[in-house]
Nanobody, 126 residues
Framework: QVQLVESGGGLVQAGGSLRLSCAAS????????MGWFRQAPGKEREFVAA????????YYADSVKGRFTISRDNAKNTVYLQMNSLKPEDTAIYYC???????????????????WGQGTQVTVSS
């Protein structure tokens, strides 16, 4: 069982930056692949970024590629999402998710994940 707690959301002007953190409970964090998803009002949850258990492989949605960076610190049981050059269309609730690496399917799919955090709001003003 893994519990995930996101933090770092807030209100920022367009062009600004935020860093989201997702702290995971448990002693086996390093065996989990991690992902970030977001959901804007009236829209479906969409993939943002994912990272392999060791951090060596990352994936990004085309809409955030070159602006967002996912990383992890297995010693701190934490995964990060550095968001730069933020746009109003990045406004959403951001969720982190986890799945055991041995069970991981396509990490861009929300259905691949077993555990989810409660989300953190990111609002980008124009």
């Amino acid at each position: 069982q893994v519990q995930l707690v996101e933090s770092g959301g807030g209100l920022v002007q367009a062009g600004g930056s935020l860093r989201l953190s997702c702290a995971a409970s448990g002693r086996t964090f390093s065996s989990y692949a991690m992902g970030w998803f977001r959901q804007a009002p009236g829209k479906e949850r969409e993939f943002v970024a994912a990272i392999s258990w060791g951090g060596g492989i990352t994936y990004y949605a085309d809409s955030v590629k070159g602006r967002f960076t996912i990383s992890r610190d297995n010693a701190k049981n934490t995964v990060y999402l550095q968001m730069n050059s933020l746009k109003p269309e990045d406004t959403a609730i951001y969720y982190c998710a986890a799945v055991q690496a041995r069970k991981a399917g396509i990490l861009q799919r929300s259905s691949s994940y077993d555990y989810w955090g409660q989300g953190t709001q990111v609002t980008v003003s124009s």
